[in-house]
């Protein structure tokens, strides 16, 4: 009876063995607990990374820009909503000379496009222009166009040609891009989701660009600029993020660490080598930008086909 009681008393005192605990299994164990809290917090980092709980326009103390001084809020607010025919019209024109892009700009400093881009005539007042070839039916949208680099609008409108965005032409500047950069404000977050969604379930980015609307060399570049983001401003947008900070930041709308980063490093580059950034095309985006960057240009799904000075002299000769 004595010895059925000790018995009992050693069972109890005894301590249960867990995995951690087994000399075994401890490494398998740790292993084990290490990739659930890797997998939960890998799953948290892409949902806030995929999210965006900001307003798709940014705006600056209840102007759609950031004013200077004490200068007023412009009367005219950019377009923000299009129809679903205006953006049909843009992405279904065909661009006869785009530009093409082989290499990674801002990797290598003597990337360049083909055609090659005119920088002979850029300044302050360059803009891009599209010269549309006339519709075999008049009563039909003119379809097909020539992308030209002119030195002012003046000489842009003397060639027959309509604006689509101030700055040289590149290889975002064809209307499937515009219509494109209506429809999504923030065609870097786009990027970035193609991106994380590649990793995640081995989807083509290629192919979720492709759903956005982008041309392939401007997907491309798209492509090349968020891996340069990320490569060089990791710290200060996983920082942004973590606070979920909104693209401007404080009452002077001061752009957040993040998208400060990001002009600083790539901008110069992408602007140069894109030619339309949605403030040169005129168009709000998910940053609130000075009014003077915005530039006033007015988009027009179905061009009337002008005569260039070139053919009306050749008409009355």
Not at 75 to 92: C, G, Q, V, Y
Not at 260 to 279: I, L
Not at 300 to 308: E, F, G, K, L, W
Request: charged content about 20%; proline content about 5%; aromatic content about 6%.
């Amino acid at each position: 009876h004595s010895q059925s009681k000790e018995n009992i008393k050693m069972t109890r005192s005894t301590p249960k063995k867990t995995c951690c605990k087994r000399p075994s299994s401890s490494c398998a164990c740790f292993i084990f607990l290490f990739a659930i809290t890797f997998i939960v917090g890998a799953a948290f980092f892409f949902a806030r990374i995929l999210s965006n709980n900001h307003d798709p326009i940014a705006s600056c103390n209840d102007c759609h820009c950031i004013t200077s001084g004490n200068a007023s809020c412009p009367a005219t607010k950019p377009r923000t909503i299009f129809s679903k025919t205006t953006l049909d019209e843009f992405s279904n024109a065909r661009a006869l000379n785009p530009h093409t892009l082989s290499c990674n700009p801002f990797k290598n400093e003597t990337c360049d496009m083909f055609p090659p881009q005119n920088t002979t005539l850029v300044g302050s007042d360059t803009v891009c222009g599209l010269r549309y070839e006339a519709a075999n039916n008049t009563d039909e949208c003119p379809t097909d166009y020539n992308m030209f680099t002119y030195k002012n609008t003046d000489e842009a409108k003397s060639d027959g040609a309509v604006v689509t965005h101030t700055g040289a032409c590149g290889v975002c500047s064809t209307t499937q891009d515009l219509a494109a950069y209506m429809r999504t404000p923030d065609i870097l977050t786009a990027t970035k989701h193609c991106s994380k969604l590649s990793l995640l379930r081995g989807n083509s980015r290629e192919n979720c660009l492709a759903e956005i609307g982008l041309s392939k060399a401007c997907s491309e570049l798209w492509l090349h600029r968020w891996n340069a983001v990320f490569v060089n401003c990791l710290l200060e947008c996983t920082e942004s993020m973590l606070r979920d900070e909104p693209s401007n930041t404080g009452p002077q709308c001061e752009l957040n660490d993040c998208v400060q980063c990001n002009e600083d490093t790539v901008g110069e580059v992408f602007t140069q080598v894109a030619g339309r950034t949605r403030r040169r095309s005129g168009l709000l985006s998910t940053e609130a930008r000075l009014c003077e960057e915005i530039s006033p240009v007015i988009h027009q799904s179905c061009p009337m086909v002008n005569v260039t000075l070139a053919e009306q002299r050749s008409v009355e000769n």
